[in-house]
Nanobody, 115 residues
Framework: QVQLVESGGGLVQAGGSLRLSCAVS????????MGWYRQAPGKQRELVAS???????NYADSVKGRFTISGDNAKKRVYLEMNSLKPEDTVVYYC?????????WGQGTQVTVSS
């Protein structure tokens, strides 16, 4: 059974930094793509950043220049370095992995940025 386990969320002051990590377990195949999404209450889940197996990255406009996604294919891990955090970054962040033709989600990790 494939599982995604996230860590690294928490409380930080505006302007601070956090690093999210996500590890895939239960799969012998590396993901084709991994990413981070976030979802505010009452809103749709939106892409924050993604990275393919070949290292191509994609970012939401709202985080460009502040967040950096990186991955380790061998360890089946993905990271999100978040700098210059703003109160509006306060939401639950979800790890996402595409393995074969299936998509998997983590349980979510809360990020809270105080002003």
């Amino acid at each position: 059974q494939v599982q995604l386990v996230e860590s690294g969320g928490g409380l930080v002051q505006a302007g601070g930094s956090l690093r999210l990590s996500c590890a895939v377990s239960g799969s012998i195949v590396s993901p084709n793509r991994m990413g981070w999404y976030r979802q505010a209450p009452g809103k749709q889940r939106e892409l924050v950043a993604s990275i393919t197996r070949l290292g191509s990255t994609n970012y939401a406009d709202s985080v460009k220049g502040r967040f950096t996604i990186s991955g380790d294919n061998a360890k089946k891990r993905v990271y999100l370095e978040m700098n210059s955090l703003k109160p509006e970054d306060t939401v639950v962040y979800y790890c996402n992995a595409v393995i074969g033709n299936r998509e998997y989600w983590g349980q979510g990790t809360q990020v809270t940025v105080s002003s």
